[in-house]
Every structure is written in C-alpha cells, then in structure tokens.
C-alpha cells in the first residue's frame, strides 16, 4: 500500500508526486541524477548522497563525484562548478574563454 502524502491527485501508484504538485514521474526517476520535476524535487527529496563517491549538490541532491569541476552544471543550482569548489578565478569564466592571437 502506498501512504505517501501526495498532493497530486492524479499521481498513481508507483509514481512519485513532484513537490511543485504539478507533475508525476515514474518512482524510479528519483534520485537518478537527472532532474525530471521543473522544481528537481525528485533529485532531493529523499535521495541520500553516498559520498564515497557521489558530490552533494548544495541545494540538494546528488551527482556522480566524477562530475565535478567537468565545465558542465550537473547540480541543478550548478553547485558542481562553484568557482570556490573547482578553484577557479573568477576574473576568467571557464564557459568564456577567448583565444587571443597577437596579431
Ligand atoms: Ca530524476
Ligand atoms: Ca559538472
């Protein structure tokens, strides 16, 4: 039997409610890195971290640990790319870099 405090009344069973109550998604598209609600409820809500080899997005939320720092925001705040995590400058974007020639 299924107890889950759902709000969307159309969600059925083995289907995961997203927290924004607008949509439903199969139970197990949580927690497979891959948001699949607008508001990536599915990526937070109840999905624990294995850090030995997975990173915590700091608004939740886990991804590969390999997938940080890749030039790409996997975290859907893009916590994975945070210039403190990665050691980037801040004066030079790694998404903008220009190649200049002397002419
Ligand atoms: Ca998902
Ligand atoms: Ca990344």
């Given at each position: 039997m299924f107890c889950f405090h759902?709000?969307?009344?159309?969600c059925s069973d083995g289907q995961y409610a997203c927290a924004n109550g607008l949509s439903c998604i199969r139970e197990?598209?949580?927690?497979?890195?891959?948001?699949?609600?607008a508001d990536n409820s599915d990526e937070v809500d109840g999905c624990v971290c294995d850090l030995s080899f997975e990173f915590e997005c700091i608004a939740g939320g886990c991804i590969n640990g390999t997938w940080t720092c890749d030039g790409e925001e996997d975290c859907f705040d893009g916590s994975d790319e945070e210039a403190e995590l990665c050691g980037y400058?801040?004066?030079?974007?790694?998404?903008?870099?220009t190649m200049t020639k002397g002419n």
């Amino acid at each position: 039997m299924f107890c889950f405090h759902v709000t969307f009344s159309e969600c059925s069973d083995g289907q995961y409610a997203c927290a924004n109550g607008l949509s439903c998604i199969r139970e197990d598209y949580r927690c497979d890195y891959i948001s699949d609600c607008a508001d990536n409820s599915d990526e937070v809500d109840g999905c624990v971290c294995d850090l030995s080899f997975e990173f915590e997005c700091i608004a939740g939320g886990c991804i590969n640990g390999t997938w940080t720092c890749d030039g790409e925001e996997d975290c859907f705040d893009g916590s994975d790319e945070e210039a403190e995590l990665c050691g980037y400058t801040t004066e030079q974007p790694a998404t903008d870099v220009t190649m200049t020639k002397g002419n």
